[in-house]
Structures are given as structure tokens and as C-alpha cells.
Nanobody, 123 residues
Framework: QAQLVETGGGLVQPGGSLRLSCLVN????????MGWFRQAPGKEREGVSC????????TYADSVKGRLTMSRDNPKNTVYLQMNNLKPEDTAVYYC????????????????WGQGTQVTVSS
């Protein structure tokens, strides 16, 4: 069973950058497809990105393509979400999640979730 811990959220001005980290305890993220999701106040949860187990191919939501980059460091049991050129609409709680199976930007498919980290983009 995997336990996930997100860090790296905070307050940033529009156009700024943040890097989120998700430490996977109890297992190696190589064995899971790992996803990043976010949920803004009053909105539904949105899939942001997913990295496929094994080969490491990555899927992104259209809303973040070109600005957010997901990566994985297997020896450190950690996945990352580098966020550049942040916009106020990126403000949300960001969650990482693990899935034993193929990548999908559908939260209901994921088996394990972190507690979330707040990202606020504001001047």
C-alpha cells in the first residue's frame, strides 16, 4: 500500500513558478501510474497530468500543456509537478494519486491519494 505526501505549495504571483513534490512511501512510484489532480473552491476535481508506470509516458490536461511539467525520480520515490507561468485560475488544492493500471485523468480510477497542498496564485 502506498502513502503519498505532497509538499511545495504556497503563494505565488501571476507568472511565477512552483514545484510540487509527492513522496511515495511504502512503494516505488515506478510500479504505479501517478497522477496530479487539483480542486478549486466550488469546482469539481480536475485531472492535471499522469505519468504511466514503466515507460513513463505523460498525459496532460489541455489547460496546462506547455506550462506544467510532470516528472518522476524513482530512486527518490518521488514525482514532481513543475509549474511555470502560473495564472490565478491555477489556484487550487493539488493532490497526487497512485493507480495500479493505465494512466487516466479520471480521479475515480486512482487507488491512493495524498492529503493535498494549497497553491494560490495572486498579486
Amino acid at each position: 500500500q502506498a502513502q503519498l505526501v505532497e509538499t511545495g505549495g504556497g503563494l505565488v504571483q501571476p507568472g511565477g513558478s512552483l514545484r510540487l513534490s509527492c513522496l511515495v512511501n511504502g512503494s516505488n512510484p515506478h510500479f504505479y501510474s501517478m497522477g496530479w489532480f487539483r480542486q478549486a473552491p466550488g469546482k469539481e476535481r480536475e485531472g492535471v497530468s499522469c505519468i504511466h508506470y514503466g515507460v513513463g509516458s505523460i498525459t496532460y490536461a489541455d489547460s496546462v500543456k506547455g506550462r506544467l511539467t510532470m516528472s518522476r525520480d524513482n530512486p527518490k520515490n518521488t514525482v514532481y509537478l513543475q509549474m511555470n507561468n502560473l495564472k490565478p485560475e491555477d489556484t487550487a488544492v493539488y493532490y497526487c494519486a497512485a493507480l495500479r493500471g493505465l494512466c487516466a485523468l479520471v480521479g475515480d480510477f486512482f487507488d491512493y491519494w495524498g492529503q493535498g497542498t494549497q497553491v494560490t496564485v495572486s498579486s
